[in-house]
């Protein structure tokens, strides 16, 4: 499935219907008078939050996104029929903006939740409404309200726990992998990962925590380099995250030097970000190369206060102790 996590569309709720100016004529009623019926509301538009989807991709070409109009009112003062409602179907951690201000009108991050976003137009009064003792054949009904349009940013933020950063080729996609149902495409080129994946990995018994690997970052991307920063919205949720440190021939350059500059280029996109747990991970310890250049780097980390863990997704040495303590700093950073 296309994964689609921007989108804009017009919504509208739906028009009243107009009244009705009808007169009563039915045999052995003489002066029957006014009999129009009032027109119906106009449909009303709802968000709801549905965990069955995982993209905005079905408003991808649905720009236009209208409730239906109430029916006008009818002779013997028939009400006229209401509009039905509209409901728009979005997944949990939709944002949703007004495109000409830019303000944020909700955030919707319950699943099940209904919100009522526009109320439908009311429908206008028949001439019945209007009798009174000094005007027994009123000639005029009231129009129906027109329903309110809106401009709309959808934005998707996914839900999870533990945020995967790092440099392309980091072994992200592999690690989650390994820790979980999710199967990502995994490659031995960079930016193999073009949209953010999402694994439920198990700890602590029955508890679960959902960890989320996003397109790898390099220098510049606050700028716009490589993905950019189009997919780090899909962190600023996690509650730690899990910083990847590959030191094998795959990557090039320092490893404490490219595990700055993702921070720095955290710290450009959002300050909050840099205010996170972090724990750093060194992966790949199957490749002789790099086991050898695991202790140097575990305590320069630890220097810096950091919990380090040396793992291979590979082999699966070190990821029991990595989930056993991810699920203990998940369970603090909630206690608190």
């Known amino acids: 499935m296309k994964f689609v996590d921007q989108v804009r569309i017009e919504v509208k709720a739906g028009d009243g219907g107009r009244g009705c100016v009808s007169f009563l004529r039915e045999k052995f009623v003489p002066r029957g008078g006014p009999d129009g019926g009032d027109g119906g509301d106009g449909g009303s538009v709802y968000f709801v939050v549905d965990s069955a989807l995982s993209t905005l991709l079905d408003y991808r070409y649905l720009h236009h996104c209208k ?4 029916a006008p009112g ?4 028939k009400h006229g029929k209401n509009g039905e409602d509209l409901e728009l179907r979005v997944p949990q951690g939709t944002l949703i903006y007004d495109d000409d201000t830019d303000e944020l009108l909700a955030d919707l991050t319950e699943i099940g939740k209904q919100l009522l976003f526009l109320p439908g137009g009311k429908g206008g009064r028949g001439n019945a409404r209007f009798a009174t003792s000094t005007n027994r054949a009123p000639r ?10 809106k401009s709309l940013r959808l934005e998707l933020k996914l839900l999870a726990d533990v945020g995967l950063v790092g440099l392309p080729n980091a072994g992200k996609s592999t690690l989650i992998s390994a820790l979980s149902a999710a199967k990502p495409k995994i490659a031995d080129y960079p930016f193999t ?3 953010p994946n999402l694994g439920v990995v198990p700890y602590g ?9 996003i397109p790898g970052l390099i220098a510049g991307a606050s700028d716009g380099q490589g993905l950019g ?7 600023e949720r996690t509650d730690l995250f899990l910083h990847l440190v590959d030191t094998s021939c795959m990557q090039e350059g320092d490893p404490v030097d490219n595990f700055e500059m993702i921070n720095a280029e955290l710290k450009r996109y959002d300050e909050s970000l840099t205010g996170k747990p972090q724990l750093v991970v060194l992966t790949k310890i199957d490749v002789p190369e790099v086991r050898e250049k695991t202790l140097e780097l575990t305590k320069y980390f630890e220097s810096l206060n950091y919990m380090v863990f040396a793992v291979s997704a590979v082999t699966g040495e070190g990821l029991k102790e990595l989930v056993t303590a ?9 206690a608190v």
Do not use: C, S, Y
């Open 193 to 195: 990962t073009l949209v």
């Open 326 to 334: 991810v699920g203990d700093e998940l369970d603090r950073l909630r």
């Open 74 to 77: 009818l002779g013997k003062t």
């Open 205 to 213: 018994g029955f508890k679960t925590m959902v960890i989320a690997d």
């Open 67 to 70: 409730a239906k109009n109430g």
């Open 140 to 149: 005029h009904a009231q129009p129906g309200i027109a329903g309110e349009v």
């Open 229 to 235: 920063t189009r997919f780090l919205r899909h962190v």
